[in-house]
């Protein structure tokens, strides 16, 4: 998450962000709750560049988070971070 969070970070991450996508995906649904806010910020993140968004949006994620948001009943505040 770090990584993300500077310019040259998300720089890298646009360049592999298919990959990075899907294992940030991949570790929304992760059964260790404490994992997903540093999921949900480095998504944040990289969804700041557009290169990444178009990608995101190729890769279907809007829906995969809105399906993630409708099912998410056993953390509340993950599913505010994921509405913002």
């Given at each position: 998450?770090?990584?993300c969070l500077r310019t040259e970070g998300r720089k890298k991450c646009a360049e592999v962000a298919e990959q990075a996508i899907t294992v940030l995906a991949s570790l929304l649904t992760h059964p260790n709750h404490e994992t997903r806010p540093y999921?949900?910020?480095?998504?944040?993140?990289?969804?700041?560049?557009?290169?990444?968004r178009d990608k995101a949006i190729h890769q279907n994620l809007e829906s995969r988070l809105r399906t993630l948001i409708r099912t998410e009943t056993a953390?509340?505040?993950?599913?505010?971070?994921l509405e913002f």
């Open positions: 998450m770090n990584l999921v949900n910020s480095s998504l944040y993140s990289i969804l700041t560049l557009k290169s990444v953390n509340s505040e993950t599913k505010g971070q």
